[in-house]
């Protein structure tokens, strides 16, 4: 016997929200200050999602009493979306070195509705996250690059909810 699977959509979702954004660089002062700039934005997002009973019994199988857990307490968000995230960026930017430190920062969000055989979805907790990016670029056609991934190092945590009790992983 072979599993296979696939994404597919089970049930109908609603967006709304809202993302304001800003990017101000300081080009008119003198000198090396002029290639600093920055960037920030903020996003605020309302979800909903439903899904359609015959596809999540179809996903559990008939005798499942996963489908009837998860019917009971189905996620009302949208898989993947936070309700608020905002991201901050400074930047440098020179002729051949630009330099690039940025917090991003977002609410907890739906990794998967359906994530085990108990019907219970899994979210990530709210967190955040700071990067960097360094760029030398000494000839045309030569750019070297470093990048930095959450150098503050804050950990992923993860849990599962049906609505009634939260598990953490």
Not at 5 to 17: A, C, F, Y
Not at 109 to 115: D, K
Not at 151 to 167: H, K, S
């Amino acid at each position: 016997q072979v599993l296979v699977s696939q994404p597919q959509n089970t049930g109908d979702e609603k967006i709304k929200g809202l993302e304001l954004g800003i990017q101000k660089t300081f080009d008119n002062l003198p000198g090396f200050w002029s290639g600093f700039g920055l960037q920030a934005n903020y996003t605020i997002l309302d979800s909903k999602a439903s899904y359609d009973e015959a596809l999540v019994r179809k996903v559990f199988g008939e005798d499942s009493d996963g489908a009837d857990n998860f019917l009971r307490n189905p996620p009302s968000q949208g898989q993947g979306l936070s309700e608020h995230s905002y991201n901050v960026v400074v930047f440098y930017e020179a002729d051949v070195f630009s330099a690039r430190l940025a917090y991003n920062w977002r609410d907890e969000y739906l990794l998967s509705p359906i994530s085990g055989p108990n019907g219970w979805a899994l979210y990530e907790e709210a967190r955040g996250q700071l990067d960097a990016n360094l760029t030398f670029s000494p000839f045309e056609g030569w750019t070297f690059f470093v990048d930095a991934t959450n150098i503050l190092q804050e950990e992923f945590t993860r849990f599962w909810d049906n609505g009634d009790t939260v598990a953490f992983d």
